[in-house]
């Protein structure tokens, strides 16, 4: 069975900055794109940032210049580094990622979510 581990949230001030960490774990033969996503109280999931295998990335513009994604193929590891945080930032954060399970089909699998509060 797949997972994936998210951890790196917070309370920080606003103009902080946070790192977040989601590892996959379990029977893994692949993982394919990794990224992130946020929801605030009362809004809709909103993406954030994507990080393809053959290392395109891609950002929101709501958070391009602040928040770089980075991955750790060996660690089947993806980051997120949150840098200038504001207010609006403040949401549970989760990551996704398309894994290919052995003796499964290749599914899109997320996160618990860990909660970013950016205080004013």
């Known amino acids: 069975q797949v997972q994936l581990v998210e951890s790196g949230g917070g309370l920080v001030q606003a103009g902080g900055s946070l790192r977040l960490s989601c590892a996959a774990s379990?029977?893994?033969?692949?993982?394919?794109?990794m990224g992130w996503y946020r929801q605030a109280p009362g809004k809709q999931r909103e993406w954030i940032a994507t990080?393809?295998?053959?290392?395109?990335?891609n950002y929101a513009d709501s958070v391009r210049g602040r928040f770089t994604i980075s991955r750790d193929n060996a660690k089947a590891t993806v980051y997120l580094q949150m840098n200038s945080l504001k207010p609006e930032d403040t949401a549970v954060y989760y990551c996704?990622?398309?894994?290919?399970?052995?003796?499964?089909?290749?599914?899109?699998?997320w996160g618990q979510g860990t909660q970013v509060t950016v205080s004013s």
């Open positions: 996704n990622a398309y894994v290919d399970p052995l003796g499964a089909p290749l599914s899109r699998y």
């Open positions: 379990g029977s893994i033969v692949s993982v394919g794109a």
């Open positions: 990080h393809n295998v053959g290392g395109n990335i």
